[in-house]
């Protein structure tokens, strides 16, 4: 089957010109185009905004009035097609400017012969397709993932509600029975009521990492000092229990989600006081900028993670073996790792096994 014929739409008020790229499009050997042509500026937005062609060619003079207002004019009334901008001069601004109304090339009149103008409008049109192809996929996925947050969210109402009535009958099995039947089924209790809260601490959990994709709060320029206290004044019971000592160092601004740069700091500031050695944790925190970047490092004096369980930590539900004893559900760096590249930032650890940890993460100043 020979390949579909290319709808062009061709806005220019000068009939020579016309006549010229009509030529230009005749002589290309292999595609064949059907040209519609207008002579104004109004006609070429009437015809842009039904979207019948596949490629419009605009001149950049059109009457008082220009071929890139035109295209932004158009592409205001829903004009999805590519466009490329015909001028009689060679101008860097004229360049610059097509390009920032949408434009896919622009070609300067006299000097374009049939191979160009021919290349010109298959990228253009290959180039249109692609943009389109990626606009549906993330369209797709972001409606994905609105469902997976909504089934999440019912998932966990859903759980939650029956787990309420297990964990009831639980509490009332060991204020009525605790001592009166033997140790084993005191035992038994105490394990069902763990299994009961863990559940709890899961959908908890999950629920915040589904969460996360929705969460569309304004950036704003946060105080990453002023947020990692915060996390500290949250922590502050673990904090005395522990007997910690945690240093917030003075550090810059970023542009960023608020309430998700706090959690970041909470999940790894919680981390460094759980996971902690036979002394005290001491922890600090600090951040350097360079380049436009932010780097914030959250350094703890704990057991350290062995360079194979290094990357895997970030992922779901993974725990390093050993540290079963430690509460928790394996979610909380993958919490992290999610915020932070959802900032266009990168998050990892520096650990020197049985001297400590250093969680990093980057963020852009904004
Ligand atoms: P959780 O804390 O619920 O176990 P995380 O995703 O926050 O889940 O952490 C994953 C694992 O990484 C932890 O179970 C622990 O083994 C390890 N880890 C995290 N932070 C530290 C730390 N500061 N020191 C040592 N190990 C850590």
Known sequence: MPPAPIRVLLVDDDEDDHILTRGLLSSVHGARYLVDQVGTWDEGLERMAKGEHDIYLLDYRLGPRSGIELLTEARARGCRGPAIIL????????DMEAMTA???DYLVKGRTDAM??????????????????LERQSAELARSNAELEQFASIVSHDLRSPLQ???????????????????RADEIIDKALKGVERLDALITDLLAFARLEAESRPRVPVDLAAACEVAVADLRPLIDQTGAVVTCEPMPTVVANEVQIGQVFRNLIGN?????????????????????VVT?????NGPGILPRHQERIFKMFQRVPGMEGVPGTGIGLAICKKIVERHDGQIWVES???????????????
């Open 87 to 94: 001028t009689g001069l060679a101008d860097r601004d004229l």
């Open 102 to 104: 949408g434009a896919s």
């Open 116 to 133: 160009l103008l021919e290349r010109s409008i298959r990228y253009a049109i290959e180039r249109a397709r692609t943009l389109q192809a």
């Open 165 to 183: 009535v297990i964990s009831g009958y639980v509490e009332l099995l060991q204020l009525r029975y605790r001592g009166r039947l033997d140790d």
């Open 272 to 292: 460094a006081l759980k996971f902690r050695g036979s002394e005290s944790p001491r922890v600090q925190v600090g951040a350097v900028e360079a380049n436009g």
């Open 296 to 300: 914030v490092r959250v350094s703890d």
């Open 352 to 366: 020197d096994p049985g001297r400590g940890s250093t969680f990093a993460f980057q963020l852009p100043k904004g």
